[in-house]
């Protein structure tokens, strides 16, 4: 069973930064493109990044130059560093593969409020 668990959230002032992991249950992980989507209050999810099998990143305008994402295909982690944030931030955030294939974890709640 495809499961994912995120990590690393927290209430933050604007400006500053949170490192984001997930951790995920699959097989064949190094083939599968990642993403970390966020679900914002009153809103829809919405794809933030995503990481292919090869490296190559893609970001939302809204975080590009402020996030980056990254993974460790030996220990089956995907992260997302998150700089200079700001309050539209806030938001639980998700990982999933690139397409949103599988079960949603618990995501992670990012505050950003001064």
């Known amino acids: 069973q495809v499961q994912f668990v995120e990590s690393g959230g927290g209430l933050v002032q604007p400006g500053r930064s949170l490192r984001l992991s997930c951790a995920a249950s699959?097989?064949?992980?190094?083939?599968?493109?990642m993403a970390w989507y966020r679900r914002a209050p009153g809103k829809q999810r919405e794809f933030v990044a995503r990481?292919?099998?090869?490296?190559?990143?893609d970001y939302a305008d809204s975080v590009r130059g402020r996030f980056t994402i990254s993974r460790d295909n030996a220990k089956i982690m995907v992260y997302l560093q998150m700089n200079s944030l700001r309050p539209e931030d806030t938001a639980i955030y998700y990982c999933n593969t690139g397409f949103g294939d599988y079960p949603w974890g618990q995501g992670t709640q990012v505050t950003v409020s001064s």
């Open positions: 990481i292919r099998s090869s490296g190559g990143a």
């Open positions: 699959k097989s064949n992980f190094r083939l599968d493109d």
